[in-house]
Each structure stands twice: as C-alpha cells, then as structure tokens.
C-alpha cells in the first residue's frame, strides 16, 4: 500500500510540473529578446561588431541571421568593411536598446539621402485571424516613394523610404512588385502568405545605382493561439507550451510504474527460492 501511495504521489507531481512547464509561454520570460539582422547595403561586404566583439565576419549584402536570443539591454553595434581591424572607423555604428519580451530586426540600409543607416525595426507578434496573413512592406532602399502591387492591384500607395505599411490578407501566395513615378520598378515577384504567419518584405539598395530587390523575412506560429517565440526566416522557434503527445507520454509513462509497484507489491518474496 505505501508503494502504491509513493507512486500515486510521483504520478501527481509529474502532471503538475508537466502542466506547470506547458502553461508558461517562452515569451514570458521579460529579461530576453529576440534580435534578426539583416544586410540591405549594396556592394558591401561588412564585418559586424557587437559590444567591441566580431560577431559576423564577411557579412554579404542580401543576408540576414536567423534570430539571435539576447538579455535586454543596450549594444553597440559597429560595422567595418571586411577584413578591417577592429581599430578602424566603422562605415556605421549604433546603439540599439532591446527590450525583454520583444522581437526585433536590425537592418543596415541606405536611407532617400543614399547615406548608410542602422534602423531598428520591432517586428509585430500578435495573432492573426485563422485563413489570414500578415504582410509587411518595409522600404529601406535608396528609392523614391514606391507604390506597392499585389497581383497587378495597388496596396499601398506611397511608402517612402524608412517608412513600413502592413495588411493583414486572405493566406495564399501573391505576386508582388514596387513601382514609382519616375519608371523605377521591381519585381513582380512571388510571396507566400502562409496561414497563421508574418511576411515581412524588404526594400533594398538603390535606386541610382539599379541595385534595387526585395527580401523577406518570415515569422511563423502567428495564429489565434500562437506557441512560440518567435524569429525570421530559418529561424529556431522556441515553444511556449510542451505538444499534448509529451504530456500523454509522461502520463501513461507513471501510470505504467505504478501497476508494475502495484504487481510488484501484491506479489510474495520468498528468500531463498533459487528456482
């Protein structure tokens, strides 16, 4: 009988942990943030400081990290061209302040002026209506003020540079294509609005020099229930809830041990017995 009761004791305490660990969403925890950098310089290979310390070497234009988990806090960020010491002037440098619990994208890009920019963008995590998507267009290109098409139709109609809009849409894939106008034109291009997701698209480089693109960055698990902290494009998720077939597997796991104490117990040892 005290076996049984032990058992039944460690089948209730694995159940509330398992409860416990599954009820506590990863984002709850206020002191970490979640940082993706993304390279929108043309014709710039860079090496990227972070705190005095290289943190990525031969960074190429049209890249971009998978998210990056961070404490809150503030950092210093220096970008040098490749190959530089850690001494030399940086092309670029800025502080940017993360804030627990949030989720970032750090862009070097040139701004309307064609100067180079470090640009902190907080990227929107709340939930998106099932059947939907979330499009984001942000230009942070060299360009004049561009007009936005989905499937040959106007979206947007004036987003100037450093300047974002978003739509939350019916989830399907589109053809997208940025125009202004003086004849600047890119695109089209196809973008897949999954459902439950985030789709951010870039504007790029520049206009002047006809280095103008898109690129996107994808946040997924956006949906009325989201499970995860989320990241960019091929980025780690990290789940705020333990999946049901864990909480199933640990159950039946202590319900095993307590038949196999529970057989074990009714059972006589019989010392000696060497049959």
Known sequence: MHLRTAALRVLVLLVISVLGVASVPASASPGVAYLTVLHGLPKFTADVYVNGKLTLDGFKPGSATQPIRLPAGTYHVA????GDPATADPVLQA???LAGGRN????????????ASLNLF?????AVPAGSS???VRNVADSPALRIDLDGKTRFRSLLPTDQEDATLPAKTYSIAARSSDGVSIGPMPVHLAEGSAQIVYVIGSASDETLGFMVQSIADLGSTPTSVLGGTGGAAAPAFMPVWAIVVVVVAALTIIV????AARKPVRFGDRR
């Open 79 to 82: 970008i040098r061209n490749v």
């Open 104 to 115: 970032y994208t750090a862009v070097a890009h040139l701004t309307g002026d064609g100067e």
């Open 260 to 263: 196999v104490i529970g057989e």
């Open 134 to 136: 979330r499009l984001v």
């Open 122 to 126: 907080r990227n929107d995590l709340s």
């Open 95 to 97: 502080s940017l302040r």
